[in-house]
């Protein structure tokens, strides 16, 4: 899922950002998170992933968490921080409300666990943002068609750059992205 939403950002001429960009044991993660959040005007944020941890039988709630930074520096933060955008997405409408109900009421979109619908809901949210308004981004069965011809051609493109597509960190991931597009232009 992470890699679909990624390319449908960057085909939409956007610049994927995630803490994972940043790989600094000097640094506390939270503080990365927060500079990410300070940065970016818009956020997409996925709360799908609340599955019990194996471990010790725990939800994981990062992304809800960031989804309520990323919230809150939109309500108490400067005005640049005021204008910020968010997507919200889930597994399956309504879901978000067995564990985080205070978010009811937000628009939040539903993508069924399928990289091709999360693809086509990213895509529509930033194709109505307001720095793009005037630019027309191609429709969302062509972004999926493209993300499959960037997934075939995936494992060339690591090969020529001397990468393993199966061991992709998320800076070489973006990385390849942004070749496949300069090279398949739209």
């Given at each position: 899922m992470l890699d679909a939403l990624v390319f449908v950002v960057h085909d939409c001429g956007f610049q994927a950002r995630c803490a994972l960009e940043i790989d600094d044991s000097g640094c506390v993660r939270i503080e990365n998170i927060v500079e990410l959040i300070r940065e970016c005007r818009y956020g997409i944020h996925d709360i799908s992933r609340t599955e019990l941890d194996r471990a010790n039988n725990l939800p994981r709630f990062n992304m809800p968490l960031e989804l309520g930074l990323f919230l809150g520096a939109t309500r108490?933060?400067?005005?640049?921080?005021?204008?910020?955008?968010?997507?919200?997405?889930?597994?399956?409408p309504?879901?978000?409300?067995?564990?985080?109900?205070?978010?009811?009421?937000?628009?939040?979109k539903s993508h069924d666990g399928d990289p091709e619908i999360a693809i086509r809901q990213v895509r529509n949210w930033l194709s109505s943002s307001p720095t793009i308004a005037d630019v027309l981004i191609p429709g969302a069965r062509r972004m999926v068609e493209r993300y499959g011809l960037f997934q075939e051609e995936l494992p060339e493109l690591c090969r020529r750059s001397q990468l393993d597509p199966d061991d992709l960190i998320f800076n070489d991931y973006t990385t390849c992205v942004a070749e496949w597009l300069k090279e398949n232009d739209w």
């Open positions: 108490f933060g400067s005005p640049k921080q005021q204008r910020k955008h968010s997507l919200i997405l889930d597994r399956e309504y879901h978000y409300q067995k564990f985080i109900s205070d978010i009811a009421g937000q628009d939040i």
